[in-house]
């Protein structure tokens, strides 16, 4: 057997803690003074083409025998601030908002145009002997087909609507029912 020796830890003495601290600062200005590609480069992309022409994106620098087709800068962005998560948020209620205004005037107009009115029935009987001081005075319908028109068209124009094809020909066919002129066979 062997004798077992205990060793004395090693305590190191001034000059060895300057040296180390020394060491230390030197590693840290020297990762500071890293050009900013360098330090850049792990939030990059690259395209690899190697010699057998397989393509490969990849986080990390192509290998040796490949050649880089390109390389993206795919730095994440940052994390919106409380105040523009406020806003994004005030942005997105008053848009809901104004969609539950349109579709809400939509179904209103929609069901006016399903009820029989006084305008249908008058445009069904004879012609009266009418001034024609304007077109909407000779027909009340096109003035009705005018605000169809519009209000769809104001519609469409809001994008961040996102109708759904079932709700656009609903649209489509309300306007198409507004439009109608009696007489024009």
Same mark, same amino acid.
């Given at each position: 057997?062997?004798?077992?020796?205990?060793?004395?830890?090693?305590? $190191?003495?001034?000059?060895?803690?300057?040296?180390?601290?020394?060491?230390?600062?030197?590693?840290?200005?020297?990762?500071?003074?890293?050009?900013?590609?360098?330090?850049?480069?792990?939030?990059?992309?690259?395209?690899?083409?190697?010699?057998?022409?397989?393509?490969?994106?990849?986080?990390?620098?192509?290998?040796?025998?490949?050649?880089?087709?390109?390389?993206?800068?795919?730095?994440?962005?940052?994390?919106?601030? $409380?105040?523009?998560?406020?806003?994004?948020?005030?942005?997105?209620?008053?848009?809901?908002?104004?969609?539950?205004?349109?579709?809400?005037?939509?179904?209103?107009?929609?069901?006016?145009?399903?009820?029989?009115?006084?305008?249908?029935?008058?445009?069904?009987?004879?012609?009266?002997?009418?001034?024609?001081?304007?077109?909407?005075?000779?027909? $009340?319908?096109?003035?009705?087909?005018?605000?169809?028109?519009?209000?769809?068209?104001?519609?469409?124009?809001?994008?961040?609507?996102?109708?759904?094809?079932?709700?656009?020909?609903?649209?489509?066919?309300?306007?198409?029912?507004?439009?109608?002129?009696?007489?024009?066979?």
């Amino acid at each position: 057997m062997h004798p077992v020796t205990q060793m004395s830890p090693v305590i $190191p003495d001034r000059r060895q803690y300057r040296a180390i601290r020394l060491t230390g600062l030197a590693i840290l200005a020297g990762l500071c003074a890293l050009p900013a590609s360098a330090a850049g480069d792990r939030h990059a992309l690259y395209k690899c083409v190697d010699k057998g022409g397989v393509i490969s994106i990849q986080s990390s620098a192509c290998a040796a025998g490949s050649t880089q087709a390109w390389r993206r800068d795919a730095t994440p962005e940052a994390a919106l601030t $409380p105040e523009q998560l406020a806003q994004a948020d005030a942005k997105r209620r008053h848009d809901q908002q104004v969609v539950r205004e349109l579709s809400a005037q939509l179904d209103r107009r929609m069901r006016e145009a399903a009820a029989p009115t006084p305008a249908v029935e008058a445009a069904a009987a004879p012609p009266a002997a009418v001034p024609a001081a304007s077109a909407e005075a000779e027909n $009340p319908d096109l003035k009705a087909c005018q605000d169809a028109q519009d209000f769809a068209n104001l519609v469409r124009a809001k994008e961040w609507l996102g109708l759904s094809d079932a709700q656009v020909q609903r649209l489509y066919g309300w306007v198409a029912r507004e439009c109608k002129v009696s007489g024009g066979g």
